[in-house]
């Protein structure tokens, strides 16, 4: 993906920067450990610092100094799971802040002026993320609310897009590093969200519909939520298919290192989760041997890295007792260093899978990192 602030190798996994900040993770050590893209949260910069005073910070990536690309969710995911008294219409949601109760009314077009004020080099249309289980009846007409929604948000940023904080008036951006021939996408991009739970025809009619009104790349919503895998799996197999093979695909909330293996063979581009991230403030441990809780008492005494073949500073300076002993201590170093293997692991298993879509040999390649899993650690 040629983006503004970085051309993104794909299919790639994006870690998760809710307020501005990957947790415990500093902006060098993320591009250290290989993130070429991060997301932010529209709905908590929106309360916190809010979009204006980010704007007058000279948008997102100033304000948290990051150079490489950055994704915007809509704020639709956490108004609807965190927020609290909400009112849903056909103009909006009237929500109460989840930190002090205040009021406030999100709109597919307040949506897009917060996320065009953040300047991402993506954003996302403002959707209802379909709960489930739903009814027939739900889902229908979660379908229909989202897709009024996708509509008014395309056309509202269609017509603001120009506006994003790192253009100078005279439209030239003013980011250094990957503009050139070839690069069409000069200012912020607008990804639709294909929803309908988990309904075949209505997850088809949702991508049809978007794919008409031409978005500059597709995400698959309202999974991840409850449903299980091979649930997923059978939304992607079908709902994957109607989307256009020349733009990027988006699976939101996804997931296990598994998860991202099955969903990269059925045809999805990019990925985001907070599980590296929240695993590394609780101890666990994302290898090519599987998951390891590294508060266990058999790491207390072992003296190798965690991942003998990772490059991370972790796993390249100290011990698994060490780590074990900095969780047992409820030092903050132990968090911090875990997440920062987490998120290298990651960014490793997304470079494997890619090199081994150039080499033609996924399936294999898939196989053998599931064998590995399953093998488990080896005895100290
Ligand atoms: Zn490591």
Redesign the pocket.
Known sequence: MRLPHRTVQTPVFMPVGTLGTVKAVPQDVLETLGAEIILGNTYHLYLRPGHEAVRRMGGLHKFISWPRAMLTDSGGFQVFSLSQLRKVSDEGVRFRSHLDGSSHFFTPEHSMDVQIALGADIAMAFDECTEYPADRNRAEESLRLTMAWARRSLDHFRAHRDEVVWRDNLGVPQVPGTWGPGNESPTQSLFGIVQGGTYRDLRRESAERLVEMDFDGYAIGGLAVGEGQAAMFAVLDYTAPALPAGRPRYLMGVGTPDDLLGAVARGVDMFDCVMPTRAGRTARAYTSRGVFNIRNARFAADPRP??PG?A?P??TRHARAYLHHLFRCEEMLGPMLLTW?NI??YQDFMRGLRDAILQGRLAAHGAAVRARWAEGDDPP
């Open positions: 965690l991942d990772c991370c972790l796993c293997h290298q692991y």
